[in-house]
């Protein structure tokens, strides 16, 4: 389990998982090629072991009374979290009530978690190439400033996803993220490198810090740090994350955030 570092207020928790977790409390129950803290109940594992590990989660998450999870479709809503109900359609969610936690599943792509310095609201949102690349980062973050809190009030945090050297990409992708809405430049050298033929490596924590920087965010924090979800092993030598890339057939890891009533 990953724990953000970054400067939450104390009443702001975070977490990411991981794949597999040997001698933890989190320790799952799916079973190949699922094994073994899968949380997506949309890959068809087994619905019981799926409930079995959102429970478990729940159950290690201190403050947090709720997870209200989402139908992810690479797209850019972001309702807030006591408005639905478990899997309604979107890629983001945000909130100002303690006890609700805020969560995207990922599988290479990459979750960005947000908090105002103050505590008073969180988001989470599921940031893939096309999500990205549409805004979801920006629908997101403007429901901050929809509540008053302005973006150099906020901060964010970037969670394990699939890395540069892992990630190839046709120029379609490319091609998204020349410019933005406004006409400016948006990807700089370090987003895209050369690859075989027409493919890029594509540098999905550099794409979103930009965009998040032009946002108006300072605080950026996690990134390459955080993890390769293609490439990172544990200590036994099993890979630490799910990853749709490396294995078509896979579970989904978790990154939330909620807030307690502890001030």
């Known amino acids: 389990m990953i724990i953000p570092q970054w400067p939450a207020p104390d009443n702001v928790k975070a977490l990411a998982t991981e794949r597999e977790l040997a001698g933890s409390p989190l320790r799952g129950v799916s079973q190949s090629p699922y094994q073994s803290f899968n949380l997506g109940d949309h890959v068809n594992d087994d619905p019981l072991h799926v409930e079995s590990n959102r429970q478990k989660l729940l159950n290690n998450a201190q403050g947090c009374d709720e997870i209200r999870w989402l139908q992810q479709v690479h797209g850019i809503d972001c309702p807030e979290v006591a408005s639905i109900s478990n899997g309604q359609i979107a890629d983001a969610s ?93 990807a700089d050298r370090q987003c895209f490198s050369v690859g075989i033929g027409d493919r890029w490596q594509a540098n999905i924590y550099q794409l979103a810090r930009l965009q998040l920087e032009k946002l108006g965010i300072d605080g950026v924090y996690g990134g390459e740090s955080s993890g390769c979800t293609y490439n990172d092993l544990d200590e036994n030598g099993e890979s630490r994350f799910f990853s749709y890339r490396r294995e078509a057939i896979t579970g989904r890891q978790a990154s939330l955030i909620w807030m307690t009533n502890i001030r």
């Open 94 to 186: 945000v909130t100002q009530h303690a006890g609700l936690a805020c969560a995207v599943m990922t599988a290479d792509c990459l979750p960005v978690l947000f908090c105002d310095l103050q505590g008073r609201q969180v988001a989470a949102a599921h940031a893939g190439w096309k999500g990205l690349a549409q805004g979801v980062l920006s629908k997101t973050l403007k429901t901050f400033s929809d509540n008053g809190i302005p973006a150099n009030q906020v901060i964010a945090w970037l969670g394990p996803a699939i890395s540069q050297k892992a990630f190839e990409v046709g120029p379609e992708m490319k091609a998204a993220f020349s410019v933005h809405p406004d006409g400016s430049p948006w």
